[in-house]
C-alpha cells in the first residue's frame, strides 16, 4: 500500500512538474498556429489550431534564439516582457531584446536592441525541431506533414537561412539518401543526392527550421573558394540588430499562399508575371530558345523562335567584358542602343529576350582590371612588402607566404600592388619569404616602384580566368546589371555563377546582397514582366528568382549530359514549391527527331520548362530542323495547356518510356507511347557458309502495328540491306550507306535515305502490309555487305511501335 501511494505521488508530481515546465510565458496566434514560449525563451508549442495537434518535437532544445560568444554556443537562460517587447537573458550578461508582431498569416520578430553587443559573433534562430517529415522544403523554409506545414522566413538579406554549419556562410550538403540504391550513379550524380540544407533540415525526429545572423564587427579568416585562407572583412550592416524573421503555419496546400502574404506585408521581393505572382504563374515555367542574336540577324531569330512556339529568346554570350557589360560590337555595333533596338523589335513579335551572365565574374579585358585596376577587385588576403622595390623586379618580398601560396583555385597568380597587377609563378619555399617568376604590369598596367610596407593583395580568382569583386563592386555591378535591363527592355536573366559573390567573404550573404542590389535597382516595369533563374538558389533569393534551371549538355549525348542530375532536380523543386526545369539541351548537326521527342517528353512529365539551344551550324545543316522546331512548338502548347492526365504525365517520368505527338487537326493531337526496340549488326568473322545475317527477336504486344525502323551506320559503309520479317517478308534495299547515314521509316509508302545531318538524299518504296505485326514473339533478321570488315563495322537497328492513340485536344 504504501509502495503504491509512492507511486502515484511520484505520478503526480511528474504531472505537476510537467504543467509548470510547459506553463507559456508568452502565447501568440496567427489564422492557423498558436505558438507559445515557456519563461526561459524555449518553444513549448507549435500547434494546428484547428486539430489542436502540437508539432514541436518536445525531445530536442527548442529555443526561439540562441549566441554564439567565444566561441561557444549559449541557450537563454529567461525570458520576460518589457513594454510590449520579448526580452532574453543569456549567459556573460548578454541580453536580446526582441520586437514580436501577431498577424493573420504569420508572427514576426525581429532583434531590436542588445546588451553586450560586441561579444556575439551570431546569434540562431532555433534551430526549432518538428516532428514533420513528409516533405522537408530545405531552401523555401517550410516542412509539410500530411495536413500541416509549418515555416521559416527570413525577412532581410543579413537573416540567413540556416545555421552556421561552416564558418564561411556557404551551405553545406547533407546525405540523406543513405537507405537508397544509388550505386549505379556516376559521383557527380550522387552529389546532386544531397540536401542542399539551408532554413529547413531533415532529422530522424523530423525536421528542424533555422536563420541566423553574423556579427561582422572583426575581420575574420575562413575557408572559402576552395581556399584555406580567405579574409572575411568588416562589413558594417548593424550586426545582428535587425535580424528578422517570420514563423507561420497553415493548412498543407496554403503554405505557399502565405509565403505570398508574407512576402507583400513584410516588403520582402514579390515578382509578378503579367500581373499574376511569378510563383503561381504557368508562364515561369516556359521553355525557350537561346540563339546568340546580333542586331544584323535579329529578324531571323524571331522567325526561329515563332516557329518553336516559344515566348523567349535567349542570348548566351553578348559581352566583350563582364563587370561593365559592354557588348560585343561585332554584333551589337550600336552597343546597348543596339540591343534595345532587338528587345523593342522582338516585343513587337510577342517574344521577351534575355542575356546570359556571370554575376561578378570580371574578364581581364574590364576597364575594372585595366589600365587601372579598381582597389575594390576582391581579395584572398594580403601582406606587405618587406623592401622596396623598383618596376623591373621578377622576385617580389613579402611579409608572409599565407594567402599566397594557395592553388588549388588560383587560375590567374595575380597580385595588386598600389595600381599594378604582377602575375606570379610561385612562392619561395622558406623564409625570406618571394613572389617568383613575375610578371610586372600585367594586364597592360603601369610598371612601377613601390616602397616598403605597401599592401601586396592576392586577387580572388576564378576557373574561367576571371577576377572577382569585393563588396561594394559586387553592388555597383549588379547596379549595373540593372541599368542595362532597365534601358533595354529585357524581361529574362540566369544569374550563372552567382556562387562567385563569395569573394566578398560573406558566402550566401555576399550572393543575396548581388541579387537584392540587382532587384531592388530595376524599374517596375521590368520587375513586373520578368523571368530570373540562376544556376543555384539560396533562401532569401527564393523570393526574387522565378525558377532555377540547370543541366548543361555539353558533357555527353542529347539524353546522356546530366539526365540524372536534371530528374533529381524536379524533385527538389518540387518540395521547395519552385516551377520545374529541365535545364540546357543543344541541337547538333545530327540530332534527331526522336531525341528531342524524348525530352519534350520528359518536359510534359515534369511540368517542366527547358532552353533550347541551338547554332547557326546545326541550323543550316540539321536535315530535321522543321520537323523539331514544329514538335516543339506542338508539344509545348500541350504542355502550357494543362490538358495532359497525371497517368499520361507518370508514364512520361519514365526515361526509358518513348512518345510521339502527332497533329490531327487544329490544337488536336494523337498521343502515342513508342515501344522501342533496339539492336546491332557487326562485321564478324565467320565460318565458311555461315549466315552473314543477325537475327533479333522481340516482342510486340500492340495488334495490327505497323513497325516503323531506322537503320544506321556506326563505322565503315554498307550495302545489299535486306530486312527479313517473320521469315516471311523480305525489304531489300540495293544502295550503299556510308558512316552516319540512315535509313528510316515512319509510316507511309516510302523509307527515306538521310546523310549523316539527317538530310534526305533519296526515297525507297514501302508497301506497308509487309511491316504490319500481329501480337506476339517477331524475329528481325538483319543483313548487309560491309565494305570495310576488318573495322569491325557495325550497324545501329532501333524499332519503333505506337501504341494505341489518346486524343489530345485543347481546340476552343
Known sequence: MIQRLSFSLLILLLIFTSCVKEKAMLELQTDQLTFSLDQKGNIISLMDKKSQKNYLYKAAPSPLLQVKSGGDYLLPLAAKLEGGQLVLGFPKNIELTLQYEEKASHLTFEITAAKGFEEIELIAWGPIPTIINKIIGETVGVVRGEEFAIGIQALNPKTLGGFPWLNNDTTPQFDIFEQEDYSDLSEENKRETLYRVEAAKPEDFGSTLQAYTRNRLKERTVSNLNHDYFISPIFEDGGIIGSKIAIFGSAVEEALEHI??????????HPQLNGLWAKLSKEAASAYLIYDFTEANIDQAIAYTLKAGLKYLYHSDPFKNWGHFELKASDFPNGWDGLKACVEKAAQAGIHVGVHTLSNFITTNDPYVTPVPDPRLGIVGYGFLEDAIDGEQKEIPISTPEFFDQFKNNSLKTVMIGSELIRYGSVSSEAPWKLLDCERGAWDTQRSSHTVGTQVSKLADHAYKVFLSNTEMSIEIAQTLADLYNYAGLRQISFDGLEGNRSTGMGNYGEILFTTTWWKHLNEDIRSHLITDASRTTHYFWHIYSRMNWGEPWYAGFRESQTEYRLKNQAYFQRNMMPGMLGWFSMRNNTPIEDIEWMLARSAAFDAGYAFVVRDEALQSNGQLETIFQSIADWEKVRMSGILTEGQKEKMKDINNEFQLIETGKDQWNLHQVHVKRFEH????????????????????????????????????????????????????????????????????????????????????????????????????????????????????????????ERINIAN
Not at 260 to 269: C, R
Not at 743 to 765: E, F, M
Open 260 to 269: 505570398g502574404k508574407i512576402e507583400v506585408e513584410e516588403g520582402l521581393p
Open 682 to 805: 557487326q562485321a564478324k568473322v565467320l565460318q565458311p557458309g555461315e549466315p552473314l545475317y543477325t537475327s533479333f527477336t522481340f516482342e510486340n504486344s500492340v495488334e495490327d502495328a505497323l513497325l516503323h525502323f531506322i537503320i544506321t551506320v556506326e563505322a565503315s559503309g554498307i550495302s545489299a540491306i535486306e530486312l527479313e520479317l517473320n521469315n516471311r517478308f523480305s525489304l531489300q534495299f540495293p544502295l550503299r550507306l556510308n558512316k552516319g547515314e540512315s535509313i528510316r521509316y515512319s509510316g507511309g509508302t516510302t523509307a527515306q535515305v538521310l546523310d549523316q545531318n539527317l538530310r534526305q538524299k533519296a526515297q525507297i518504296p514501302i508497301d506497308p502490309a509487309l511491316l504490319t505485326l500481329k501480337s506476339g514473339s517477331q524475329q528481325l533478321n538483319i543483313d548487309c555487305t560491309f565494305h570495310d570488315p576488318e573495322e569491325l563495322a557495325k550497324v545501329k537497328v532501333e524499332l519503333r511501335i505506337l501504341d494505341k492513340a
